[in-house]
């Protein structure tokens, strides 16, 4: 007890120094704890998961474009025989998903929600917990299906209502029973809100469970070596470890029931918080160097009243310690303030529970006692053998400066960094962003009937609404049908998607599409009994090189003989998924009026007034289809969801930069605030001799300075070389520039200068005379 009370009053003593000590841990801790938390929960996936390490999941590999695509589409009637070949394994999963499912309960409309039809066997591949009633029979009898809590509790406000029924007007079978509520554990791969029985004709993916004591890597050996029926015929299969198929985000799953992570988000959220901790720690460090003078002073005058060295030890170890024990407490309480918001910034599934979970705990409490027992042991040893004329030669001469300086530009290096890798960043962000801005204002559906409600019936009835500018009919709008079909000079199966639009001219202008020479193609629209329009995606992949392919029939690079349309123009590629994949290939046939086969009306709207069209629609669609739920796409935030990735980085980038910046500011401001005090008499004599406050300020100043420069110059390597690894991901990204540089350094400069200038000011202000009497 009499030791902490020594402590209690050092501390108070030394507000400063505490406040900033204690700041500075208790966010680098935070941060460096909620983000292990966040990397254990997804490389620990399927954690819950018994059978999770002879779990595979049947991939093929499609030449489409370009590049090859790694799909899960598996047809039905091959899985039968794929499995009869090998013994090993002990069952199969055949799965399909819908997604933004909307059901019906007693006449009120839920939507967004997930439906997953699955074969019986999924309970061996995905552990379900059923709250009420048995999941098996939703998976067996059709006409019956299984919801999760959450679902019963949004739609029933309770968990109790097997028996009751449900419609999901997409499907075939519009009306189900509920026979369970299910809940799925926390770490799972899977996210649906409903399972029902899968339909033997629908298209699927697939995954098998091997015999316990298989060989995995080598079953994984035979089975891609074994021909097997695939997409285009006779072909080999790969597969994927439920883990590998989660850090898979080029995947293209047929199963938007499972989820998907990228890895990379993992290595650089973790890094980005052991950075911050450096900061903290670097910032307690240089604070202790300053605070360790009077804590020598303070310690020889107690061994003079006769405290032995292992009393004086064990202060000193309980100084140390119980800083960061403390930090640890408050970091807890900051955990759990920022638990809900670090969730939403990252799309994280952290709950409190989780972070004190056997898989957490050990892990932070480890990393807890290695950052406090060995400083505090260190500390102990150390200081208690200085002399104060030791001190002094060590901790106020040039090998201080040195460790200062180092450690103070490590924190620049690592601020500077964090702010130029957010500026790379979001210069990709803003290429998603401008991609995007062709698409906003703009809602897409698709009419069911069109001898029941005409399109043109649609039209005059819309066109009234307020905010509407502009509507374009089309077949099948922005998202429409595509054809494999053989790339030029490529053998028989060296295939590419082909989209094919049909569309009325201001389909064009609309979605802000620019043609190649617009003044050539409206010449030849009126002329042509059947104008077609490419993309330069077309021309690279199917025309030979050289040939213009204006004027030329479609049916010259196309093997369709269905295909008649006459080329007058080239619109530039555009962007609609992800800027990972490269744009595919398309024809669009023009027609000056609606077709029959025209059912998708395309909506320009005044983005204020959006929540009152929609509504309005809705209320029009009812009208006509009173079982049929009103749906609609949004281009905009479908560009924007499958670019998520790249905002999720914005986002952590941008918050741990800011904090990295924020505790280098927090550390020099007490820096410079005793090397202030401890160079009071300095500034005094300079300015007897006729030194200036400018002058003063400028000798204050100039150290950090020359640390940022240092930093700068080491960091522009390092981010250049990262960050262009980074980008080569994306078949369309952006390219580094000096100002992804020069802005993080300028602003560094700029709040290092006001933060140096508030501590300094007043001493370089202060009456000479009275600084020299103060020291």
């Given at each position: 007890m009499?030791?902490l009370?020594?402590v209690l009053?050092?501390w108070?003593?030394?507000k400063?120094?505490?406040?900033?000590s204690?700041?500075?841990?208790?966010i680098?801790i935070?941060?460096?704890?909620?983000?292990?938390a966040?990397?254990l929960y997804e490389?620990?996936?399927?954690y819950?998961?018994?059978?999770r390490?002879?779990i595979?999941?049947?991939?093929?590999?499609l030449?489409?474009?370009?590049?090859?695509?790694?799909?899960?589409?598996?047809?039905?009637e091959s899985?039968?025989e794929i499995i009869?070949?090998f013994?090993?394994?002990e069952a199969?999963l055949?799965?399909q998903?819908?997604?933004h499912?909307?059901?019906?309960?007693?006449?009120?409309d839920?939507?967004?929600?997930?439906?997953l039809s699955?074969?019986s066997?999924?309970?061996?591949?995905?552990p379900i917990?059923t709250?009420?009633?048995?999941?098996k029979?939703?998976?067996?009898?059709?006409?019956?299906?299984?919801i999760?809590?959450?679902?019963?509790k949004r739609c029933?406000g309770?968990?109790?209502?097997i028996?009751?029924?449900?419609?999901?007007?997409?499907?075939?079978k519009n009306?189900?029973?509920?026979?369970a509520?299910?809940?799925?554990?926390?770490?799972?791969m899977l996210?649906a809100?409903?399972l029902?029985?899968?339909n033997?004709?629908?298209g699927?993916?697939c995954?098998?469970l091997?015999?316990q004591?298989t060989d995995i890597?080598?079953?994984?050996q035979r089975?891609?070596a074994?021909?097997?029926?695939t997409?285009?015929?006779?072909g080999?299969y790969h597969t994927l470890s439920l883990q590998?198929s989660?850090f898979?985000?080029?995947l293209?799953?047929?199963?938007q029931?499972?989820?998907?992570?990228q890895?990379?988000?993992?290595s650089?959220?973790?890094l980005?918080?052991?950075?911050?901790?450096?900061?903290?720690?670097f910032?307690?460090?240089?604070?202790?160097?300053s605070?360790?003078?009077?804590q020598?002073?303070?310690?020889?005058i107690?061994?003079?009243l006769?405290a032995t060295?292992r009393?004086?030890?064990?202060q000193?170890f309980v100084?140390?310690?119980?800083?960061?024990?403390?930090?640890?407490m408050l970091s807890i309480?900051?955990?759990s303030?920022?638990?809900?918001?670090?969730?939403?910034?990252?799309?994280?599934k952290?709950?409190?529970?989780?972070?004190?979970?056997?898989?957490?705990l050990?892990?932070?409490?480890?990393f807890v006692?290695?950052l406090?027992i060995v400083?505090?042991?260190?500390?102990s040893?150390k200081i208690?053998?200085?002399s104060e004329?030791?001190y002094?030669?060590?901790f106020?001469?040039?090998?201080?400066?040195?460790?200062?300086?180092?450690?103070v530009?490590?924190?620049?290096?690592i601020s500077?960094?964090?702010?130029s890798?957010?500026?790379?960043i979001?210069?990709q962000?803003?290429?998603?962003?401008?991609?995007?801005n062709?698409?906003k204002?703009?809602?897409e559906?698709?009419?069911?009937?069109s001898?029941h409600?005409?399109?043109?019936?649609?039209?005059e009835e819309?066109?009234p609404i307020?905010g509407?500018?502009?509507?374009?009919?089309?077949?099948s709008?922005?998202?429409?049908?595509s054809?494999?079909v053989p790339?030029?000079g490529g053998?028989?199966n060296?295939?590419?998607?082909?989209?094919?639009?049909?569309?009325?001219?201001?389909f064009?202008?609309?979605?802000n599409l620019?043609?190649?020479d617009?003044?050539?193609t409206f010449?030849?629209?009126?002329r042509t009994?059947?104008p077609?329009?490419?993309n330069?995606?077309?021309?690279?992949?199917?025309?030979?090189?050289?040939?213009?392919?204006i004027?030329q029939p479609?049916?010259?690079?196309i093997?369709e003989e269905?295909?008649k349309?006459t080329?007058i123009g080239?619109?530039?590629d555009?962007k609609?998924y992800?800027l990972?994949?490269?744009?595919f290939?398309?024809?669009?046939?023009?027609h000056e009026?609606p077709?029959?086969?025209?059912?998708t009306?395309t909506?320009q709207?005044d983005?204020?007034?959006?929540?009152e069209?929609i509504d309005?629609?809705?209320?029009?669609?009812?009208?006509k289809?009173?079982?049929?739920?009103?749906?609609y796409?949004?281009p905009?935030?479908?560009l924007m969801?499958?670019?998520?990735?790249v905002?999720?980085?914005?986002?952590?980038?941008l918050m741990y930069?800011?904090?990295?910046l924020?505790l280098?500011?927090f550390?020099?401001?007490?820096?410079t605030?005793y090397?202030i005090?401890?160079r009071?008499?300095?500034i005094?004599?300079r300015k007897?001799?006729?030194?200036?406050?400018?002058?003063?300020?400028w000798?204050v100043n100039?150290?950090?300075l020359?640390?940022i420069g240092?930093a700068?110059?080491l960091t522009?390597?390092v981010?250049?070389?990262?960050?262009?690894?980074?980008l080569q991901?994306?078949a369309?990204?952006?390219?580094?520039?000096?100002?992804?540089?020069?802005?993080?350094l300028l602003?560094?400069?700029c709040?290092?200068?006001l933060?140096v200038?508030?501590?300094?000011?007043?001493?370089?202000r202060n009456?000479?005379?009275?600084?020299?009497?103060c020291?």
């Open positions: 009499h030791t009370k020594i009053r050092s108070w003593r030394n400063l120094f505490v406040t900033i204690l700041v500075s841990l208790v680098g935070t941060c460096t704890n909620l983000l292990t966040f990397v490389y620990n996936i399927e819950n998961n018994p059978n390490n002879r595979l999941r049947l991939i093929q590999t030449p489409f474009a370009q590049e090859e695509m790694q799909g899960t589409f598996v047809y039905h899985v039968p009869s070949q013994p090993e394994i199969a055949r799965t998903s819908v997604t499912t909307k059901i019906r309960v007693d006449n009120e839920f939507s967004d929600l997930n439906l699955a074969d066997t999924l309970e061996k591949f995905f917990e709250l009420t009633g048995k999941v029979e939703a998976l067996t009898h059709p006409g019956t299906i299984a999760s809590q959450e679902v019963a029933f309770t968990t109790d209502c028996g009751k029924l449900l419609e999901i007007p997409q499907s075939g009306t189900y029973r509920i026979v509520v299910f809940r799925l554990p926390s770490q799972s996210h809100d409903m029902t029985s899968l033997a004709p629908e699927i993916t995954s098998i091997l015999k004591g890597d080598t079953f994984r089975f891609e074994t021909e097997l029926p997409l285009l015929g006779k080999y590998e989660y898979n985000t080029a293209q799953d047929s199963d029931c499972i989820e998907h992570r890895k990379a988000l993992l650089v959220g973790l980005s918080a052991l950075l911050i901790l450096f900061i903290g720690c910032n307690y460090i240089n604070l202790s160097f605070r360790l003078l009077k020598i002073r303070t310690l020889h107690e061994c003079l006769g060295h009393q004086i030890r064990w000193l100084d140390t310690f119980l800083m960061v024990i403390i930090a640890f309480l900051l955990m303030d920022l638990l809900a918001s670090f969730n939403a910034i990252i799309t994280a952290l709950s409190l529970s989780y972070l004190f979970s056997s898989q957490v050990p892990i932070i409490l480890l006692i290695i406090s400083p505090a042991e260190y500390m040893r208690h053998t200085l004329s030791s002094r030669s060590f106020t001469g040039r090998k201080k400066q040195r460790i200062v300086a180092a450690l530009t490590l924190q620049f290096i500077i960094g964090l702010l890798a957010f500026m790379v979001r210069s962000m803003d290429l998603i962003e401008q991609e995007g062709r698409y204002g703009i809602i559906f698709s009419i069911v009937d001898a409600s005409p399109l043109q019936t649609w039209i819309i066109k307020t509407v500018e502009s509507i374009v009919p089309s077949r709008g922005l998202y429409p049908m054809m494999a790339r030029k053998e028989e060296d295939l590419l998607m082909l989209e094919l639009y049909e569309v009325c001219p201001d064009l202008s609309i979605y620019e043609l190649s617009a003044k050539q010449n030849l629209l009126p009994p059947i077609a329009i490419i330069e995606a077309f021309i690279r992949y199917l025309v030979p090189a050289g040939e213009n392919p004027g479609i049916s010259k690079y093997p269905n295909e349309g080329i080239v619109i530039k555009f609609k992800s990972t994949n490269n744009i290939p398309l024809r669009m046939l023009l009026t077709q029959e086969n025209f059912t009306l909506i709207f983005e204020k007034n959006r929540a069209l309005h629609i809705r209320r029009l669609w009812e009208k289809y009173p079982n049929t739920p009103f749906e796409t949004d905009h935030k479908i969801s499958y670019n998520q990735e905002t999720d980085f914005s986002r952590i980038l930069a800011s904090i990295s924020f280098t500011l550390g020099l401001f007490g820096i605030h090397a005090r401890q009071i008499r300095e005094g004599i007897i001799h006729g030194a200036s406050p400018w002058q003063i300020l000798l100039r150290p950090f020359c640390y240092i700068f110059v522009i390597p981010i250049c070389y990262s960050m262009n690894y980074w991901q994306f369309y990204h952006t390219h580094l520039g000096i100002i992804h540089f020069l802005l993080p602003f560094t400069i709040i290092t200068l933060t200038c508030l501590n300094s000011y007043r001493a370089a009456n000479p005379v009275e600084s020299i009497k020291e």
